[in-house]
């Protein structure tokens, strides 16, 4: 008899092909895909706020208007002395007239301004990343050393960015959270389906003595698996278009606006497993609610 | 409890017998949700190691009554015991431990298609939880006295409809249930074949197990020349436990 049995192993309880098995595969596949690309794209998004808030925090500009006694450049050479002496200050330039020029010419036109309109010079400061100077103790230097200056410190910006990042990062959540909701909405609903088309078999595996519970573990294990499937090949096709845009998309707007890093493609990985969990309750769930109804 | 007095209780079918009943029915109605009832106050008890024969026209009630002994449906009125307890009691964890009491065949058959002879058969100490090597042994023997030995491996879509019903009293009887329930266990064979089954079931009947049979074959009825049950409009007519011998 042992040569009989040598190859032999139980057949799964449940059908291994099953009708709508593979509509409900490309659907989780399809959501799986959305999450993925929604964890890498929240994570990219988060990544270009950070470098745009560093970029701004880390720099101050300073307005310097010159008195009659000095001329503008004088005037912007003395605050760029000043400043670059303030602890906390890592360099101080001040813009000559031509970059003055250039950064009003977007706002009045290319034809150089008459000489006699005074154009303030502007101080570019970078601040010690570790210890930036704070805003004030720059204007008290000015003030301190007779220079007519206004400080801006782009805080405002920054923080007009940061709430953009806050915003795009709920986004990412609230969309995760919505496609694994649809998740286990397909599942429970396919879950009844299944039920339903198997209520011979569940009347049978019943008479043979199994419990509720012994039957709602073979749906909750067979769309725990088929989900982590599909979870799978979702996940990969996402990080494959991430990968290429990383890749391809360099220069690109979408990139500059996007940067995705090679480990931000890591982020779907724990989808397959995420998706499994949320089939896994999704299906045990349901199937307990319908088993409990039965006689 | 009082005894039941339309009933025969298993010391009038079986002197002697001081068992109580394993299955009892007392004044049992049944109805499907608003339709007309489908039993009205059948009350009859089946000793333990009894065999009786349940006849009745198509719509009789004969299926019901076995779906509430194998706890297929609740009664929606009287009382029914199955080896002493009162199912209406019964809690849903422990309506599994009683089912594995009881084997169930079909008319028509209700093997699982995606597994093999082997594996439909195996069905009950696998839901158990008994390891394969536990089991295998035990049914491959019991197939082999169904007459399925060299077809362990065969799908149920490859064998006749006699090697099917043989095969569903097989997984009917692999847990030795105390009662085994055949619902037109021969509806679906030919003569032959259905002396095989009657044959077969008598078999269980003499090492213990209570059999019912749910039939309105006549002829086998009247071979087997065992009580009858017999229903008409929902209503138990005839309980005739006269005809005893088992036949030979």
Redesign the interface.
């Known amino acids: 008899m042992s040569a009989e049995f040598a190859n032999w192993w139980p057949a799964p309880l449940l059908p291994r092909r099953d009708g709508g098995a593979a509509s409900l595969f490309f659907v989780i596949a399809v959501l799986s895909f959305l999450a993925s690309l929604s964890a890498i794209g929240g994570l990219a998004a988060q990544r270009a706020a950070d470098g745009w808030k560093d970029q701004l925090i880390g720099s101050a500009t300073v307005i310097v208007r010159a008195s009659a006694s000095d001329t503008p450049d004088a005037a912007a050479a003395r605050a760029a002395e000043v400043l670059a002496g303030v602890r906390g200050v890592s360099e101080a330039r001040a813009l000559d007239k031509a970059r003055a020029d250039a950064l009003i010419a977007r706002f009045v036109g290319p034809e150089p301004l008459p000489a006699d309109v005074p154009i303030p010079r502007l101080v570019a400061i970078d601040l010690d990343a570790a210890a930036p100077a704070k805003p004030a103790a720059l204007a008290a230097a000015l003030k301190a050393a007779g220079v007519d200056g206004t400080v801006e410190d782009h805080g405002p910006w920054a923080a007009q960015i940061m709430r953009g990042a806050a915003l795009a990062r709920w986004l990412a959540i609230g969309l995760l959270t919505v496609i694994a909701a649809a998740a286990g909405a397909v599942i429970a609903f396919a879950a009844r389906q299944g039920l339903s088309a198997r209520r011979d078999l569940v009347e049978v595996l019943h008479l043979a003595g199994a419990t509720d519970g012994f039957i709602a573990r073979l749906f909750q294990l067979r769309f725990a698996r088929t989900a982590a499937q599909a979870g799978i090949v979702g996940a990969a096709a996402a990080i494959g278009v991430a990968a290429a845009l990383r890749q391809f998309g360099a220069g690109q707007s979408l990139a500059a606006l996007l940067p995705v890093a090679w480990t931000d493609l890591a982020a779907p990985l724990p989808w397959p497993l995420i998706a499994a969990l949320i089939a896994a309750i999704a299906a045990r769930v349901t199937v307990d609610a319908v088993l409990k109804r039965s006689p | 409890m009082s005894r039941n007095p339309e009933a025969e209780s298993a010391a009038d079918i079986y002197p002697g017998t001081l068992a109580p009943p394993v299955v009892r029915f007392e004044k049992v109605s049944m109805r499907y949700g608003a339709g007309p009832p489908v039993l009205h106050d059948v009350s009859f008890d089946l000793a333990s190691g009894s065999f009786h024969f349940l006849t009745g026209a198509s719509g009789s009630g004969k299926t019901t009554v076995l779906r509430l002994i194998?706890?297929?449906?609740?009664a929606t009125g009287g009382r029914v015991e199955l080896m002493g307890r009162d199912v209406a009691t019964l809690g849903?964890?422990e309506r599994?431990?009683l089912?594995?009491r009881?084997g169930?065949v079909f008319q028509e058959f209700?093997l699982?298609s995606?597994?093999?002879v082997?594996?439909n058969a195996?069905?009950?100490p696998?839901?158990?939880g008994r390891k394969?090597a536990s089991y295998?042994?035990d049914v491959?023997e019991l197939l082999a006295w169904v007459g399925l030995r060299d077809r362990?491996?065969a799908m149920p879509d490859a064998l006749s409809g006699g090697e099917k019903q043989r095969l569903a009293i097989a997984?009917a009887v692999v847990?030795r249930p105390d009662i085994l329930l055949a619902d037109e266990p021969t509806g679906n064979v030919d003569p032959a074949i259905a002396l095989r089954i009657l044959r077969l079931l008598t078999e269980l009947n003499r090492v213990g197990t209570t059999v019912l049979i749910a039939s309105h074959d006549e002829d086998l009825v009247a071979r087997a020349g065992k009580p009858v049950l017999h229903l008409s409009d929902g209503r138990l007519s005839r309980f005739d436990p006269a005809a005893r011998e088992s036949p030979q």
């Open positions: 194998y706890l297929g449906d609740r849903r964890r599994p431990a089912r594995r009881i169930v209700r699982l995606h597994l093999s082997f594996d195996a069905l009950g696998r839901i158990a394969p295998r042994a491959v362990l491996h997984r847990n």
